[in-house]
């Protein structure tokens, strides 16, 4: 291995720098041209580039056509820097963060992953985006599923012991009937008070 200090690192082919130029390029100009509010005509062109595009013709958001914007259903949660159309609250300089990396979040929601005693392993970790949608969900908190959904994505069936707690073999339980999301005073983050159950 060489050790000149003099060496330069190897550029990238000239043709990958064309490509990243032409994709960054392309975005920009799919934003210019259909704005960031969602409509009817743009959708398709939106959700092309950018994950998490609500859907004006699903059941859960419709389109007001007075001002053109989303508007959440009954059922939906919205995250509000994402409705009032502020993309640079959570974008500033990048287009897209990943679920292992969503600690943008921190600059609003900070000291949440330090927030309890007993800390859920992706909320210390600051990976937001495992459990949370970062715009728009048909759940509430944002949530990407129902919670059992999301917790056995982890914490898979042959973990839980059925024997001991009859509710994880209950696939009509939910996991945050007993537990909390995030943290908690008490091991396993369960709740003060479980359902059924007098002190917990």
């Known amino acids: 291995m060489s050790t000149d200090p003099l060496r330069r690192t190897?550029?990238?082919?000239?043709?990958?720098?064309?490509?990243?130029?032409?994709?960054v390029a392309l975005v920009v100009a799919a934003n210019v041209w259909t704005g960031c509010t969602v409509t009817k005509s743009?959708?398709?062109?939106?959700?092309?580039f950018f994950d998490g595009v609500p859907d004006p013709e699903s059941k859960v958001a419709t389109i007001d056509e007075a001002t053109?914007?989303?508007?959440?259903?009954?059922?939906?949660?919205?995250?509000a820097p994402y409705a009032e159309e502020s993309c640079s609250e959570?974008?500033?300089?990048?287009?897209?963060?990943?679920?292992?990396?969503?600690?943008?979040c921190a600059s609003c929601h900070?000291?949440?992953?330090r927030e309890h005693e007993y800390m859920?392993?992706?909320?210390?970790?600051?990976?937001?985006?495992w459990c949370h949608h970062p715009h728009e969900s048909k759940h509430k908190h944002l949530m990407r599923d129902s919670d059992?959904?999301?917790?056995?994505?982890?914490?898979?069936?042959?973990?839980?012991?059925?024997?001991?707690?009859?509710?994880?073999?209950?696939?009509?339980?939910?996991?945050?009937?007993?537990?909390?999301?995030?943290?908690?005073?008490?091991?396993?983050?369960?709740?003060?008070?479980?359902?059924?159950?007098?002190?917990?």
């Open 42 to 48: 743009n959708y398709k062109t939106l959700s092309l």
């Open 90 to 104: 959570c974008h500033r300089g990048r287009l897209r963060m990943t679920k292992n990396n969503s600690g943008m």
């Open 110 to 113: 900070e000291g949440k992953e």
């Open 148 to 200: 059992r959904a999301i917790c056995t994505l982890c914490h898979v069936p042959e973990m839980l012991s059925s024997d001991r707690v009859p509710e994880h073999a209950d696939n009509a339980r939910g996991c945050l009937e007993c537990h909390t999301g995030h943290g908690g005073p008490r091991p396993f983050m369960l709740r003060d008070a479980t359902p059924g159950k007098e002190g917990g």
């Open 10 to 23: 190897p550029r990238r082919p000239a043709g990958a720098r064309l490509t990243a130029v032409l994709v």
């Open 120 to 129: 859920h392993g992706p909320v210390a970790a600051q990976a937001c985006l």
């Open 68 to 79: 053109g914007k989303v508007v959440p259903g009954a059922n939906m949660s919205i995250h």
